[in-house]
């Protein structure tokens, strides 16, 4: 797993071969944002996640080892590719962001930037 | 795959659905009497080769002790549960997006009566199940010696 662009292809390339939406569940808590992304059958060195600006960028191949004379006979993941992107507020810091992937669920953690944190504002009066 | 011209483009949203109804239907020669399930938990790929049946579960984020496997009287069954990852309520966080599957989940797949129950073997790797069914050794493809 990186977090910079070292995937197996350069990211410009890979953007043209059609790829699956992974469905996620996006979380904000007062630290930061953690995203949570299926992607079924990537290992490790098949995922790329990198921002890239504004842009959080989430790739993954799948590394299925599948038999030789196989024919498919029913068909509901039809591409071995997965691609999400989301841009970024400003608050979050690009700089402190983690991602582990456990048995095809990735998890990404972006903090927020220390001034962006809450802050309860005094009421006077 | 034959395309509607027209002058006044229908709504993109009915569009997309009806390309992906004629996608599914492409794939679906013999659609099952239990529904087609798109979008379920978890999604199925089948397979066959000329010795196996070749099942694909992507169900990830699952402890593989959990996941229940069975073959009963034909039928393939993939069951167990999947934990939810958003926080309690209680908890001082907001959910911006919730798209993926949680609680319990069960799927089955009808067998075709050339495999053999007794020789099954499941392997969960990065969140993909994979069963592998023999057929019964009658029903494989063998050479037959010419003397």
């Known amino acids: 797993m990186?977090?910079?662009?070292?995937?197996?292809?350069?990211?410009?390339?890979?953007?043209?071969?059609?790829a699956l939406l992974p469905p996620v569940d996006v979380i904000e808590d007062a630290e930061g944002i953690t995203v949570y992304?299926?992607?079924?059958?990537?290992?490790?060195?098949?995922?790329?996640?990198?921002?890239?600006?504004?842009?959080?960028v989430i790739e993954g191949e799948m590394g299925l080892e599948m038999p030789q004379e196989m024919e498919a006979t029913h068909v509901e993941v039809s591409l071995p590719?997965?691609?999400?992107?989301?841009?970024?507020?400003?608050?979050?810091?690009?700089?402190?962001?983690?991602?582990?992937?456990?048995?095809?669920?990735?998890?990404?953690?972006?903090?927020?930037?220390?001034h962006a944190k809450p802050r309860r504002i005094q009421v006077n009066g | 795959m034959p395309m509607d011209f027209?002058?006044?483009?229908?709504?993109?949203?009915?569009?997309?659905?009806?390309?992906?109804?004629?996608?599914?239907?492409?794939f679906e020669l013999s659609p099952s009497i239990r529904g087609l399930a798109r979008g379920?938990?978890?999604a199925l790929n089948v397979a066959a080769t000329p010795q196996s049946a070749?099942?694909?579960?992507?169900?990830?984020?699952?402890?593989?002790?959990?996941?229940?496997?069975?073959i009963e009287r034909g039928v393939l069954s993939i069951s167990g549960e999947r934990a939810e990852s958003l926080p309690r309520e209680d908890e001082r966080a907001s959910v911006h997006v919730n798209e993926r599957f949680a609680g319990r989940f069960h799927r089955v797949i009808t067998l075709t009566d050339d495999l053999d129950?007794?020789?099954v073997r499941a392997t969960y790797r990065d969140g993909v199940l994979h069963v592998s069914i023999a057929r019964q050794k009658a029903a494989q493809p063998r050479r037959v010696p010419v003397n």
């Open chain 1, 2 to 18: 990186t977090q910079s662009k070292t995937g197996r292809e350069p990211a410009s390339q890979a953007a043209e071969q059609p």
């Open chain 1, 37 to 56: 992304a299926d992607l079924p059958g990537v290992p490790k060195e098949r995922l790329d996640v990198h921002i890239d600006g504004e842009v959080l």
């Open chain 2, 117 to 119: 129950p007794g020789e």
């Open chain 2, 40 to 42: 379920a938990y978890p």
């Open chain 2, 54 to 70: 070749e099942v694909y579960a992507f169900a990830p984020g699952l402890d593989p002790k959990s996941i229940e496997v069975q």
């Open chain 2, 6 to 26: 027209s002058l006044f483009p229908r709504d993109l949203y009915a569009e997309l659905e009806r390309l992906q109804r004629q996608m599914q239907q492409s």
């Open chain 1, 81 to 114: 590719r997965f691609r999400r992107v989301f841009t970024l507020s400003r608050e979050l810091d690009p700089e402190r962001m983690s991602a582990e992937l456990k048995q095809g669920v990735l998890k990404v953690r972006i903090h927020k930037a220390e």
